[in-house]
């Protein structure tokens, strides 16, 4: 029997480690930024008007003859070479056959049986364990065009009518595929994560791609079978297509282990099919049968020639490479003075790069990540997004730090100023003068204000004057509760002092 699940039928997370091993696959699709397409002319800014980024060859009409990006190339090897990936002497292109609505050749330009990198690896930290993610190829590709189906459902499914726009047909791909990730247990969903992290953090160090998960320019497809508990066999493995957030990744790989086991312990076959990622409602649902290879009808591409990477290129491009992602945790932990929980949790919540970005911006290193791992962390959680996805630049949170340190204004009300950066109402200098949030330091409106609270707290202040000194927190903060937050606490201790001495 076979079966594909609804979202009701699921065993618990611990229930389904108890009967099965989790194999991951992660395949990992990146755009790169290159000015032109993979094989013409055409540009390849995000967001122009629909097929206006068109020609005859990314139509592919008939006689025109492809070219392949040198960009594109160079930028494959700088890819394979940072994942520790063998670089091909010679290499080739294929054509991969299937119905693509969005692809108007009818056939994708890839690479199959010889990728131009391929046997890998990188390594991911997750609470203190290192796990090594083996990488069996990185492979150039072109990207498909994108479809839009009208209707109430957003899929082909019930759609009234669908769109198509080629201005993605295309463009530069690279795909990464990991080799089966086993041995991670509990921890498949956030090693998922955090290898897509660390891979969009590298590629991005590497300047090759802009990694724009909300815009497509990265994508993950989550492959994963599980086995019964101890044995080494691979199950029947889903492929959960085009998972585009940090978030997602983690949520969709454990979603799948899950549904996996339920169909499973119910004595029913996992059905070997892509999948779909609901982000509003955190199931997937069934696509289509998934294909083998051969089921793609490859052959190499007649009208593209090898590509074939000298040694002394290969080797120019290795010496260029930046520091790979494990050194540069280590130097800048050093460089922050960060405990090895405090660096964990820092890379661990995705802040690694706008922490760094926020101290090149002039914060001190516990003042970037007091903010990103504290208030911006808790808004992303509360809005279901990535920190990199909040509309707060390090730029402004540095800002409003330095705010913070000229004592313009306090903890409390620099919350408030990220909540008008969030809402998009100006610089962290334009909020606090809209939003009349300066912290008040003249003593003639806190000395009225201390005298109304030493009136309505005699009992305190007689504290105060026998020489209990603590109490003065109490007036403080009255104080502050009527200068809703905008008083300076030591100018008004001082104050209080003053009169009770």
Known sequence: ???????????????????FDPALGLEVHVELNTASKMFCGCPTAFGAEPNTQVCPTCLGLPGAMPVVNAIAVESAIRIGLALNCQIAEWCRFARKNYFYPDMPKNFQTSQYDEPIAFDGWTEVDVDGETYRIGIERAHMEEDTGKSLHVGTSGRIH??????????????PLIEIVT???????????????????????????????????EQGSLRCDVNLSLAPAGSDVLGTRTETKNV???????????????????????????????????????????????????????????????????????????????????????RLQAEWGFSDLEMRDTVGAGALGLV????????TPQAARKWWLGELARR??????????????PGDVAGVQALVDAGTINDKLA????????????????IVAARNLAIVSDDGALGAAVDAAIAAHP??????????????????????????????AGRVRELILERLS
């Open 1 to 19: 029997m076979t079966s594909t699940s609804t979202p009701a039928e699921l065993l618990s997370f611990e229930e389904a480690l108890a009967k």
């Open 244 to 330: 585009n957030s940090l978030r997602s990744v983690e949520r969709a790989v454990r979603y799948e282990v899950q549904r996996h086991a339920a169909v499973l312990s119910r004595g029913e076959s996992i059905l070997q099919e892509t999948r779909h990622w609901h982000e509003d409602t955190g199931v997937t649902t069934s696509g289509r049968e998934k294909s083998d290879a051969e089921d793609y009808r490859y052959f190499p591409e007649p009208d593209l020639v090898p590509v074939a990477p000298s040694r002394e290129w290969v080797e120019a491009l290795r010496a260029q490479l930046p520091e790979p992602p494990h050194e540069r945790r280590a």
């Open 158 to 171: 019930g759609a009234d009518y669908s769109l198509v726009d080629y201005n993605r047909a295309g463009i």
């Open 415 to 430: 919350r408030q100023v990220l909540d008008g950066l969030l809402a998009g109402e100006g610089s962290p200098e334009e």
């Open 459 to 488: 009992e305190v202040a007689d504290k105060i004057r026998d020489g209990k000194v603590a109490a003065a927190g109490a007036l403080i903060g009255a104080v502050m509760k009527e200068m809703k937050g905008q008083a300076d």
């Open 356 to 363: 760094e970005r926020t101290i090149v911006a002039g914060a």
């Open 179 to 213: 080799k089966p990730i086993t041995g991670t247990r509990e921890q498949a969903p956030p090693v998922a994560r955090a290898y897509v992290a660390q891979l969009r953090d590298l590629l991005l160090g590497l300047g090759v791609s802009d990694v724009r998960m």
């Open 380 to 393: 992303a959680r509360e809005d279901g997004v990535e920190l990199e996805d909040l509309s707060v630049t």
